[in-house]
């Protein structure tokens, strides 16, 4: 079987996925150069259907006209909540660009709460604190709790009025390069069933992150990790991969998020017994602990005996109580989630207590790149032409656990960096791609439509999502981790025995789940790899066999994967600049000790 490509089309600036990172980098170029070519890909049927529009709680910034706050315990917060694993240049520059982001976006008509005053109202999340941990702080602010959409339908109203083309329901499956630099993407059009190239200055992955590998996650379906694939196949590395964070608070069953929101207006997390445990893991913050280490008490909690069991969800979980807070709580800062609880297991909030059990949430490892978003082939090389921004980067400002409302504020301003970083290649010509355009591309795809055998894409699948979430969990051991690398291997070869019922390029889902299969293979096996050779405990990786951080691993992990299977790892230092520059805060980002 012979594919072939349908067409070429040119841009100036391609954005592989139109979430709130991608949309906000476009946005950016569109604003400081009127009339730039900007085409975005995204593999839903509307941008607004990404996954940045389901988030709730806020996004931390510190209004400089706060009289408690400061962007100094921002940094301090950023860096212990990572386990000390955040780059602090990228912190430093994250948190100094914060506010601007904020009036950025309220400028551009973005409805935030507001508070009795009229000013942006501001809640507290796990890990932020003033004057280094003395307190929490009022650091997030928000749009209800549907904070996500807010930003989503303010980014694309102005990218629209910028000029820009979307491509929708379509997958970039290949990096295309004109020797070093990377110069486009090939493009499978679900649609039409069309292969498409398209030729850029500037590429920026925008691709958000990897949820589906696990089975029970707050994801969305199109988070399959394709970035990871990408990457790797372009003989890129990948950072962190293990660095995976699970939320405490997913509604138990479909593991959808019930955000922190939930804690931070005052919800309290209750065992079997009605007992209010948190106090025993962390005295002073309580619920609000970073998440990490509130995701471990809860999962203790049960294997202690002390969850509850309930036939209809067939699986343990421990309570958040809600009953407690006033009316109006309610009905203004979480009727969202008040609306899943109801919705998902016919719990009314108000009234009940909610069933929750800690939920794979976010990746904070991924495409490693510096502070301007710029794609790194090593640990001191970039690859020209490439950027990478929002959850599929790995800039490392959050380093080993990210803590809540961190994300969206990385999003905005990683994707304002790359976009400015990303003009200065836009001047010139277009760069010729070389190699047979799309050939890995066409072989893949003509290997899933011939192959003759009995497996099915969704039974892989499953049995993946199942053994990361029981192997390469919240807790970790080495035998686990060997027995997924193990049997992630075996359900590789699984997979190139799936034949695919109906053959046909056009609309066929099930071609399109089995690739994006391999890209949770690819994906998974980076992850476990990852989780395996990092033997010591870091944030949302917990090795039970190694308890504690290790001194020795105080750095970054660069993993190469050319061949399935076959992993290469690099070390990278982690930035210290906070540390090593000196001044009046230097000791509080140093190697410090996490307790809350
Ligand atoms: C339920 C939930 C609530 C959250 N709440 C908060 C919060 O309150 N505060 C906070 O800071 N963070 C929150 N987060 C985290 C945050 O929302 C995400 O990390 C962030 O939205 C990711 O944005 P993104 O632009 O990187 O990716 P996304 O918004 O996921 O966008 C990715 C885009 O890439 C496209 N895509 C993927 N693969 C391909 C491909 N192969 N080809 C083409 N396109 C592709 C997708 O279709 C999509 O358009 C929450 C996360 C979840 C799951």
């Given at each position: 079987m012979k594919l072939r490509l349908s067409k070429t089309i040119s841009c100036d600036l391609l954005i592989l996925g139109a979430g709130g990172a991608g949309l906000r980098c476009a946005a950016e170029v569109l604003e400081k150069r009127p009339g730039t070519k900007v085409v975005a890909i995204t593999k839903v049927a509307h941008p607004q259907k990404s996954h940045t529009s389901t988030a709730q709680g806020g996004l931390a910034a510190v209004d400089p006209k706060d009289p408690v706050d400061k962007p100094v315990y921002h940094m301090f917060d950023t860096w212990k909540g990572s386990d000390c694993m955040a780059d602090q240049n990228v912190v430093r520059k994250i948190v100094e660009a914060g506010w601007d982001e904020i009036?950025?976006?309220?400028?551009?008509?973005?409805?935030?709460?507001?508070?009795?005053?009229?000013?942006?109202?501001?809640?507290?999340?796990?890990?932020h604190t003033i004057n280094f941990g003395e307190a929490s702080a009022y650091r997030a602010v928000f749009e209800a709790d549907r904070t996500g959409k807010g930003i989503m339908d303010t980014l694309w109203g102005e990218v629209l009025r910028g000029g820009i083309s979307f491509i929708h329901q379509s997958m970039a499956t290949e990096l295309l390069f004109s020797g070093e630099r990377c110069a486009g993407a090939m493009v499978f059009c679900q649609k039409s069933g069309e292969f498409v190239a398209i030729k850029a200055k500037a590429v920026v992955l925008a691709m958000g992150g990897c949820g589906q590998v696990f089975k029970v996650t707050t994801n969305c379906r199109q988070n399959t990790g394709d970035h990871l694939s990408l990457a790797v196949?372009?003989?890129?590395?990948?950072?962190?991969?293990?660095?995976?964070?699970?939320?405490?608070?997913?509604?138990?069953?479909?593991?959808?998020?019930?955000?922190?929101?939930?804690?931070?207006?005052?919800?309290?997390?209750?065992?079997r017994d009605l007992e209010a445990f948190m106090e025993k893991y962390a005295p002073k913050m309580r619920e609000l602990a970073p998440r990490d280490l509130v995701a471990r008490a809860i999962e203790t909690e049960i294997r202690e005996g002390k969850g509850v069991f309930n036939q209809d969800h067939s699986i343990e979980h421990v309570w958040i109580d809600l009953r407690h807070l006033p009316e109006h709580v309610h009905r203004t800062q979480i009727p969202e989630v008040a609306s899943f609880f109801k919705k998902f297991v016919n719990v009314d909030s108000r009234k009940e207590l909610c069933p929750i059990r800690p939920s794979n949430h976010y990746h904070m490892g991924g495409v490693p790149t510096n502070s301007d978003g710029e794609v790194l082939r090593d640990p001191q090389k970039t690859v020209p032409g490439l950027f990478a921004v929002g959850e599929c980067a790995c800039a490392s400002f959050h380093g080993f656990n990210r803590l809540g409302t961190n994300s969206l504020l990385e999003?905005?301003?990683?994707?304002?960096?790359?976009?400015?970083?990303?003009?200065?290649?836009?001047?010139?010509?277009?760069?010729?791609?070389?190699?047979?355009?799309?050939?890995?591309?066409?072989?893949?795809?003509?290997?899933?439509?011939?192959?003759?055998?009995?497996?099915?894409?969704?039974?892989?699948?499953?049995?993946?999502r199942a053994l990361m979430t029981e192997k390469v969990g919240v807790f970790r051991v080495e035998g686990g981790l060997r027995e997924a690398v193990t049997q992630i291997a075996e359900l590789k070869a699984q997979a190139m025995e799936i034949a695919l019922v109906t053959r046909d390029l056009a609309m066929n889902q099930e071609l399109v789940e089995r690739w994006e299969l391999d890209n949770l293979l690819t994906s998974a096996m980076l992850i476990a790899t990852g989780a395996l050779h990092r033997k010591d405990s870091r944030g949302g990786h917990f090795r039970e066999?190694?308890?504690?951080?290790?001194?020795?691993?105080?750095?970054?992990?660069?993993?190469?994967?050319?061949?399935?299977?076959?992993?290469?790892?690099?070390?990278?230092?982690?930035?210290?600049?906070?540390?090593?520059e000196g001044g009046p805060h230097a000791e509080k980002f140093g190697m410090i000790e996490r307790k809350y």
């Open positions: 009036l950025w976006l309220e400028n551009r008509g973005m409805h935030f709460s507001r508070d009795m005053d009229g000013r942006l109202a501001k809640r507290t999340f796990g890990g196949q372009a003989g890129l590395p990948v950072m962190d991969p293990e660095a995976v964070q699970f939320h405490p608070t997913g509604i138990v069953g479909p593991g959808i998020l019930a955000s922190e929101t939930l804690r931070s207006v005052g919800g309290i997390l209750r065992n999003l905005i301003t990683m994707g304002r960096f790359a976009g400015q970083k990303a003009l200065e290649y836009l001047e010139g010509e277009l760069p010729e791609l070389c190699g047979d355009i799309g050939e890995n591309t066409f072989q893949t795809f003509a290997a899933y439509l011939q192959t003759k055998g009995q497996a099915k894409v969704g039974d892989v699948r499953e049995k993946l066999d190694y308890p504690q951080r290790s001194p020795d691993l105080d750095s970054h992990s660069l993993l190469y994967m050319e061949e399935f299977g076959k992993v290469k790892i690099e070390k990278k230092p982690v930035d210290m600049s906070l540390f090593n």
